[in-house]
């Protein structure tokens, strides 16, 4: 089967929707009020610190017949090495929107909720 060639956008449209999904998914879950609570800095911790050990931790492994093999990361059901990865891409997201003053903005349900009420 001749399956077609993906662009450079293609691919990147699509990791683009994944991590736009999480992010909405996260918020909708927790929230804005620890994000403001953190501030600028404490985002950067976050991904300094717990995303980023997360994937080092995740990234042990062994060496097999001269070739590295890594082993799954699987700490909960949703993170995944790939899912922390996407957090560390929103978490700088969400420090550009802090710096911009856009942090706390509305979810677009909460929005149309208040414009039928």
Known sequence: MNQKQQTFEQ???EIFKEAFTLLIN???KYGSANISQLGLYGVINRIASDKSSRILHAMNGSV???RVHLEDFEAHADETIEDALLDIANYALIAIAL???KWGAPLERDVHE???A
Do not use: L, M, P
């Open 26 to 28: 996260r918020q909708e």
């Open 64 to 66: 097999i017949a001269g």
């Open 114 to 116: 208040a414009d039928k």
């Open 99 to 101: 710096k911009r003053g």
């Open 11 to 13: 691919v990147f449209q």
